[in-house]
Structures are given as structure tokens and as C-alpha cells.
């Protein structure tokens, strides 16, 4: 079963870039899109980026040119890049993991890691 695991999160200045992690411990993950989403309090969570398993990006239209997301297949993960980040950006960020299956959907999610940025 696919397990999500986030990390690189923590307190960034504005202006500066980040980059967050999400590693697969399990299922094959190849055959899933795996993307980052947000949720800022009192806000609906967001996609950010999202990246298929043909290797195709969307990118959410709120952060489009400052975010670039990539995996990489023999080490399960997937890497989201955010640069010029602003106030706006601090939320926290979830990995998330779908496909279709014959009979079902599958879709996980990780824990979600923190990101702040400060002025």
C-alpha cells in the first residue's frame, strides 16, 4: 500500500525558494499522479503542482511560474520546487497519490508539512 512521507517544510524568508519531498514507502508508484496540495487556515485546500505518471506537470494557476514538479521513479519521490516565495505561500503542504483502478480509485495522502514564510 502507498505510504506518504513529506518533508522539507519549515520557516523560509520571502523571496527565497523551497523544496519539499514526498517519498513512497510503498504500492508501485509509478503508476500513480502524485501532487502537493496546501491549506492555509481558514482556506479550501489547493492544488499547487501535480505531476502524472506519463510525467506531465499541472501547475495550480496561483503559484504558475515560481513552481516546478518532478519525480523520480527509482527513488519513489517527487519533488516540488517553489521559488519566490511570498506571506501568501505559508500553509500547510500535503503529498497526494492517485490512479484508477479496474474496480476502484486509489488515493493517499501524507501527513502534510508545514511551510511559513516570514517577511
Known amino acids: 500500500q502507498v505510504q506518504l512521507v513529506e518533508s522539507g517544510g519549515g520557516s523560509v524568508q520571502a523571496g527565497n525558494s523551497l523544496t519539499l519531498t514526498c517519498v513512497n514507502s510503498?504500492?508501485?508508484?509509478?503508476?500513480?499522479?502524485v501532487g502537493w496540495h496546501r491549506q492555509a487556515p481558514g482556506k479550501t485546500r489547493e492544488l499547487v503542482g501535480e505531476?502524472?505518471?506519463?510525467?506531465?506537470?499541472l501547475i495550480g494557476e496561483s503559484v504558475k511560474g515560481r513552481v516546478m514538479v518532478s519525480r523520480d521513479n527509482t527513488k519513489n519521490s517527487v519533488t516540488l520546487r517553489m521559488n519566490a516565495l511570498e506571506k501568501e505561500d505559508s500553509a500547510v503542504y500535503y503529498c497526494?497519490?492517485?490512479?484508477?483502478?479496474?474496480?476502484?480509485?486509489?488515493?493517499?495522502w501524507g501527513q502534510g508539512t508545514q511551510v511559513t514564510v516570514s517577511s
Open positions: 505531476i502524472t505518471s506519463d510525467g506531465i506537470s
Open positions: 497526494n497519490a492517485h490512479r484508477k483502478g479496474l474496480t476502484r480509485n486509489y488515493e493517499y
Open positions: 510503498g504500492g508501485v508508484f509509478e503508476l500513480y499522479d
